[in-house]
């Protein structure tokens, strides 16, 4: 190999890199494989084929180095270390693919081609910072085995570039290796090579806070380790006299963790609430769950005092990446702050390993046919005995094989799914844009509506402020998001039609002084053909009716029903009757045992408002949304008097029927002396309670006061109005009433 190519101290490097990986690989390479590699990798040396990089390396020291990096950190198979020392020939265009077949075999060259088309995405910058590129990359990828190359060679790099003089080209690559990589190690199970990635990130873009967190981390631990003894001994013992199955441990957060927390809450070390924090697990069936997790609640918070204003309610209501949890933080021995986790083993298993593993919960977004996939990967890594990469072969890259990725003008990028549209990347990027869009520009060709797009492809959207959508574009998109936009701006133009019609009818009744009737409308609109309301109205407003056939038709309804032609049975509004059932869901389902009409019409589905929350008790009333779903309001509803003005034909006379049902949601709001106790002897009375449930609290404090929102499940307004009766008897509460 031309040795003018190498300073000194790069050929000594190379030649002990030359030997440690032939002592990894052994036999696994036979001998004329690893002569081939070398005659190729001088012939380029030896044409001028290889320049420096950016960082001015060596282009063949870098690709040894990998390759020994590779082989102590992830044990690859020998396929794997051949691509990694062939691929920066392919891409000075010196060694070609139909080479690398001949004398090398198909599977390296397939892995080359996919770290050649890898490194090829790098030439959009701007889609780096863009979080659909790591997907992009998975597709251009085909083969696991290339983006553990990736990772690997990342790692080598982060290495080498220790101390580099170009500070601003360090940290760029501490950015991209931090923002891309690491997550994707972290999926793969390579959490090492996750870590070590972080921590050089951190290093390389604010070393000296790196080694200052790591220097009081190491000062503290014994006494930290102490501490967190001292703190878990009462609880488990409470916990433990409660009789919950239960596992109770303590954490100390990452250096990198530690540092982001800082970052974001622009605290010193000392500051951070959770620097470590105390994990109760509870083992538990579904439907003890909440229950059990509020009483470990009472339990740690009448042990330690809380700060209300840490409360995290995620399980109430969950993290929309399906994260279930809640977080206190209270005043622990020693006057410090100490985060709990309460959680019970089936939310801790969604969030470390499924819907919304730890990677997610730090705000790193995915799907959950990645997570199945990665989590399969990530298993072969770890159990496989007998060299887990000679598994991966015909492990190909397929899970984004149902996507597109697209990039716009800029160089963002949009996933959707095989088989999208223009259409659908135009509503992808904004309602407003694909509602106006008559066509586009993919890779600089104009194409139409209907086009459907491939990974890769730059769309620009073109707009014409005169556009409308019709029915004709549910036909042309596939994505369910563009679907929904284009049948809610038609629903919305129907709406509008419809109040135009109706108000052309109500004013040809006033100028033919003619009363207008319901439940004649009702058999007008059925016999003109219409099955709702709405189309009706929609088609009197667009002019698809005529106003003066319409009346025509009414008057003769009209006449038919005073001669008592009509027949059947005349059902009024008022023979509504609603019964609500134990769940809201089983509401929306349609369970004909729900509401029932009359005497024989059943099956009505309903909706309890989330606007007024009714409870069983409440005066209410139905209103027929556009959908077609009857929602239950409380007569005191804030929006009730819109309603009544804007949409009295859609009202229906409601009422409860004799089964009560249980557990409806109501908010209690509470104001108060900024006493801490408070809060406890609040859930205190609640918890002991038998028909009230707590499902969630809020609390804000602010100049010497405290104002807090409760929501609990109570079976009808008598147990609500007992529950308020004892909690404005808590000591420092000056006011309680139920939230509108």
Same mark, same amino acid.
């Given at each position: ?6 300073? +000194? ?9 030359? &030997? ?30 290889? !320049? ?11 690709? #040894?180095?990998?390759?020994?990096? *590779? ?71 085909? +083969?696991? &085995? ?70 009081? *981390? ?110 206190? !933080? ?100 904004? !309602? ?38 019709? &029915? ?5 998109? #596939? ?67 005529? #106003? ?21 049975? &005349? ?103 900024? +006493? ?52 404005? !008897? ?11």
């Amino acid at each position: 190999m031309e040795e003018k190519f190498f300073k +000194d101290d790069e050929l000594q490097r190379l030649r002990q890199l030359h &030997r440690s990986l032939l002592g990894h690989l052994g036999e696994r390479v036979d001998a004329e494989a690893r002569k081939a590699v070398r005659r190729a990798l001088a012939s380029s040396v030896e044409a001028g084929a290889f !320049t420096r990089d950016r960082f001015g390396f060596n282009g063949v020291l870098r690709a #040894v180095e990998t390759a020994e990096t *590779l082989c102590r950190s992830v044990d690859p198979d020998p396929n794997m270390v051949l691509a990694v020392l062939l691929s920066p020939i392919s891409r000075t265009g010196h060694l070609a693919e139909d080479q690398v077949k001949k004398m090398w075999g198909d599977d390296v060259a397939a892995l080359v081609r996919g770290i050649d088309k890898v490194a090829g995405l790098y030439s959009r910058s701007a889609a780096v910072e863009s979080d659909n590129f790591r997907k992009l990359l998975l597709t251009f990828a085909e +083969d696991i &085995r290339v983006i553990i190359i990736m990772i690997v060679d990342r790692l080598a790099l982060m290495r080498a570039i220790n101390h580099h003089p170009n500070e601003n080209l360090v940290k760029e690559t501490a950015y991209e290796v931090n923002y891309l990589y690491a997550p994707l190690a972290h999926r793969l199970g390579l959490y090492a090579i996750k870590s070590e990635l972080e921590d050089m990130s951190l290093k390389y873009s604010n070393r000296e806070m790196y080694s200052r967190i790591a220097r009081e *981390l190491k000062e503290t631990k014994v006494k930290r380790d102490q501490y967190i003894a001292e703190f878990i001994a009462p609880v488990k013992e409470k916990l433990e006299a409660e009789g919950l199955n239960f596992e109770i441990k303590g954490r100390t957060k990452s250096i990198y963790s530690i540092w982001n927390k800082m970052k974001k809450q622009h605290n010193t070390v000392d500051d951070i609430y959770d620097l470590f924090a105390i994990r109760i697990v509870i083992d538990c069936p579904p439907e003890r769950e909440k229950p059990e997790c509020w009483l470990a609640y009472s339990i740690v918070t009448d042990m330690y005092r809380p700060n209300p204003g840490r409360l995290k309610d995620w399980l109430s209501i969950p993290k929309s990446n399906g994260y279930e949890s809640l977080h206190i !933080t209270v005043y622990g021995p020693g006057e410090r702050w100490v985060e709990v986790q309460i959680r019970t083993r089936r939310m801790d298993a969604i969030a470390e390993k499924g819907l919304a593993a730890h990677w997610k919960y730090k705000g790193i977004k995915s799907e959950n046919n990645l997570d199945t996939w990665m989590a399969n990967v990530r298993d072969i890594l770890e159990t496989a005995h007998t060299g887990p990469m000679e598994l991966m072969r015909n492990f190909k890259m397929d899970v984004y094989a149902h996507e597109v990725f697209v990039f716009t003008p800029r160089g963002d990028l949009y996933k959707l799914p095989q088989g999208a549209t223009l259409l659908d990347f135009a509503f992808n990027i904004h !309602t407003k844009i694909g509602t106006r869009c008559v066509g586009g520009k993919v890779n600089g060709r104009n194409r139409k509506l209907n086009y459907r797009l491939a990974s890769g492809d730059t769309v620009e959207i073109l707009t014409s402020p005169q556009q409308e959508p019709n &029915r004709d574009w549910l036909s042309i998109v #596939v994505t369910s998001k563009a679907r929904n936009k284009i049948r809610a701006v038609l629903k919305e133009n129907e709406n509008r039609s419809a109040d135009v019609g109706k108000e052309l009818l109500q004013r040809r009744f006033k100028n033919r002084k003619m009363e207008y009737d319901e439940a004649n409308m009702s058999r007008t609109i059925t016999r003109m053909g219409y099955k709702t309301n709405i189309a009706f109205f929609s088609a009197l407003g667009s002019g698809e009716l005529e #106003v003066n056939d319409v009346v025509d038709t009414y008057l003769e309804c009209l006449s038919r029903q005073l001669k008592g032609d009509e027949g059947g049975e &005349r059902v009024s509004a008022a023979s509504y009757t609603l019964q609500p059932g134990e769940e809201e869901a089983a509401a929306e389902s349609g369970n004909s045992d729900v509401v029932v009409i009359g005497d024989n019409i059943k099956g009505i589905n309903y909706r309890l408002a989330k606007c007024c929350n009714p409870i069983y008790g409440d005066d209410v009333f139905g209103f027929v949304s556009s959908e077609g779903v009857i929602k239950i309001h409380r007569t005191d509803c804030p929006n009730a008097g819109d309603i009544r003005r804007k949409y009295p034909y859609r009202l229906i006379r409601t009422r409860w029927s004799g089964n009560k049902g249980a557990d409806f949601a109501a908010a209690i709001r509470v104001v108060g002396k900024d +006493d801490i106790g408070i809060v406890t002897n609040i859930t205190s009375i609640i918890n002991k309670e038998k028909s009230v449930s707590l499902r969630s609290i809020s609390i804000d404090s602010n100049d010497g006061l405290f104002q807090g929102v409760l929501v609990v499940g109570v079976s009808d307004t008598a147990a609500l109005d007992q529950l308020i009766k004892k909690i404005a !008897t808590v000591k420092g509460v000056k006011n309680v009433h139920r939230n509108k």
